[in-house]
Structure formats: structure tokens, C-alpha cells
């Protein structure tokens, strides 16, 4: 299984991004995949997940209202609308699923918010 991420970049306060998780590998359908952040200096933080069929999803409290998590099993791909977007998200984005037992994750995608 491979994941790469895309979509990062700068933006505003208050802007919206949309990241992008690409997978090969396994069957897409058969793993959910997670969103999580990482900013230098501090743990990685969890910011959302979405099951194989996409009919469950969850989020961070801390991106709850802000952020959506949605997935196309057809094109392969996870995506993470992000909105209202406060200078406290700026973070590198991974995706990661587990499969077999094992975690993958992608390269990290820079999202940046100028306040």
C-alpha cells in the first residue's frame, strides 16, 4: 500500500484548503484511512478518520465543524475539506491507513495559515 498526500499550502486566516490522499496498493475499500498533523516540536495529532465504506467519520474536537473527511472509493481517494482555517492549523498533513496489520503513511503535505 502506498498513500501521498497533496493539496497543502498557504493561506489565510479564515481560508479553506483541500487536501488529497491518494492510495495504491490493496483494496482501497477494505481500510479506512485517517488524517493526522504534525507540528515541529509537538506529538502528532489525530485530525480525522473515515471508515472503508465512508458511511462513518470522525474528528478532532479541535477541527470538529471545520474540517470534513470524505473518501472516493472509485478514484482511490481520501480527502480532507478543510475550512475556517486558523493560523493553529498550520501543520504538516499525513494520511495513514492499516492494513494487514501494518500502518502506512503517506509523505507529509505543509499546510500553512498566515494570520
Known amino acids: 500500500v502506498q498513500l501521498q498526500a497533496s493539496g497543502g499550502g498557504l493561506v489565510q486566516t479564515g481560508g479553506s484548503l483541500t487536501l488529497s490522499c491518494a492510495s495504491s496498493?490493496?483494496?482501497?475499500?477494505?481500510?479506512?484511512i485517517g488524517w493526522f498533523r504534525r507540528t515541529p516540536g509537538k506529538e502528532r495529532e489525530f485530525a480525522a478518520a473515515?471508515?472503508?465504506?465512508?458511511?462513518?467519520?470522525y474528528h478532532a474536537p479541535s477541527v470538529k465543524g471545520r474540517f470534513t473527511i470524505s473518501r472516493d472509493n472509485i478514484k482511490r481517494a481520501v480527502y480532507l475539506q478543510m475550512n475556517s482555517l486558523k493560523p493553529e492549523d498550520t501543520a504538516a498533513y499525513y494520511c495513514?491507513?492499516?492494513?494487514?496489520?501494518?500502518?502506512?503513511w503517506g509523505q507529509g503535505t505543509q499546510v500553512t495559515v498566515s494570520s
Open positions: 495513514r491507513t492499516i492494513f494487514r496489520g501494518r500502518a502506512y
Open positions: 496498493g490493496g483494496t482501497f475499500s477494505s481500510y479506512n
Open positions: 473515515i471508515s472503508r465504506n465512508g458511511g462513518r467519520t
